[in-house]
């Protein structure tokens, strides 16, 4: 199937061009914290049918956002992970995070909910507590750690190395500090009383 554009001789549109199509954006956002396998994608993204996440991700390929490459011993079992060009998306995310954020409102019960999708707004938090360093975070049983300095932050899959900070949140803490209802602060001091 050709691409569809907006033919329009703009920066916005020819982005949209790439990234634009409903559910780039969130493979996208999966991929930040690190390389994901088809089977991975698959079930952090409810709702998307296995036809549209292959032509997806073969559309985000194809336009050098992420790439595919061959691991394990079975040679077709593949990995996806962003490039460079992909990876420079995430300032992008933040800042769609932090508007969606007013929009979010009350939880509704058909919304499916991960706890790795609060990591771009609780990254935010955690940078105004440890402004240099690796924080790693707990939420459920899912883990995933940021490195922070000087040039910025970023997240990724596991525990730190050597974490300055440990946090153990449950999912309302997460989503209390996502939507600014508490601070990290005021999460962390309620947890640990």
């Keep these: 199937m050709p691409r569809r554009s907006y033919d329009h001789y703009c920066a916005v549109s020819r982005a949209l061009d790439i990234v634009g199509d409903r559910w780039n954006l969130l493979v996208v956002r999966e991929l930040l914290s690190g390389s994901r396998r088809y089977s991975d994608l698959f079930a952090d993204l409810p709702g998307i049918s296995t036809d549209v996440l292959a032509a997806r991700l073969k559309d985000l390929e194809r336009d050098g956002v992420l790439t595919r490459r061959k691991t394990g011993p079975r040679t077709g079992t593949a990995v996806y992970e962003l490039t460079p060009e992909g990876e420079s998306l995430r300032p992008v995310l933040d800042s769609l995070s932090i508007w969606g954020t007013s929009h979010l409102g009350e939880r509704r019960a058909t919304d499916a909910v991960r706890a790795n999708w609060f990591a771009l707004p609780l990254g935010r938090a955690v940078r105004e507590l440890v402004p240099d360093g690796a924080v790693s975070v707990r939420i459920g049983e899912t883990v995933f750690h940021y490195l922070i300095t000087a040039a910025g932050i970023t997240h990724h899959d596991g525990p730190?190395?050597?974490?300055?900070?440990?946090?153990?949140?449950?999912?309302?803490?997460?989503?209390?500090?996502?939507?600014?209802?508490?601070?990290l602060t005021e999460v962390m001091r309620d947890h640990a009383a």
């Design 160 to 183: 730190a190395a050597a974490p300055t900070l440990e946090l153990d949140l449950d999912l309302a803490g997460a989503t209390d500090i996502a939507t600014g209802t508490r601070t």
